[in-house]
């Protein structure tokens, strides 16, 4: 595992799985969002150059979103996919839990936005919405990804204590040491231990 896409819906905890794994392989975590929004929640325009910079990159984690400005980029780049299959009751509540304690701290997310009460009610593409309107679709997308990129090796995780088992099992790593071009034409990357 040297180029990991984390997915599921809103609220499947794809950046914290991301984070999570990040820290226990030692490799850099890309979080789409924080790349991705401007202020007043507008897109940052040097949001795909950077993403088609790191996705350059040997060694990555990111989480698997906004494939309406990168298409299939990243799945063409990663080698896995851990992917957040969780039933819809669980994405609902957690990403509710999430979002209510978001508005109510007024905490500042990406480029100082916050969510606020009138986005939770009026906003279609707000997460709490999302996670409830797009949860099948957004399964029958990965199942077609997956399908498009035999290469990529899935992890399917479908419940919270299946997320910690995994994580649990996941031995640690130090900083992998990258050298000059492979083969390939991307650097070389050495892991003290197996992938």
Not at 74 to 87: K, N, Q, S, V, Y
Not at 171 to 179: D, E, G, I, L, T
Request: overall charge positive; proline content about 6%; charged content about 25%.
């Amino acid at each position: 595992m040297y180029r990991i896409l984390v997915g599921g819906i809103s609220g499947s905890g794809k950046s914290t799985l991301a984070a999570a794994v990040s820290a226990r392989l030692a490799i850099p975590y890309h979080e789409l969002d924080a790349l991705h929004h401007g202020p007043g929640w507008t897109k940052r325009d040097s949001f795909e150059d950077e993403v088609h910079a790191f996705a350059g990159e040997p060694v990555w984690i990111c989480d698997d979103q906004y494939h309406r400005f990168l298409g299939d980029l990243l799945w063409e780049r990663a080698d896995t996919i851990l992917w957040l299959d969780l039933p819809r009751h669980i994405v609902i509540t957690r990403v509710v839990r999430r979002s209510l304690i978001r508005i109510i701290t007024r905490r500042a997310l990406w480029s100082g936005n916050r969510e606020t009460w009138r986005q939770l009610v009026c906003d279609p593409t707000h997460p709490v919405r999302w996670a409830w309107t797009q949860h099948g679709v957004r399964r029958n997308e990965t199942v077609t990804r997956i399908a498009d990129h035999p290469h990529v090796r899935v992890v399917r995780l479908t419940s919270p204590r299946e997320v910690r088992r995994w994580l649990g099992a996941l031995p640690s790593r130090s900083a992998p040491r990258v050298s000059g071009p492979s083969a390939e034409g991307r650097r070389a990357v050495e892991f003290p231990y197996g992938s």
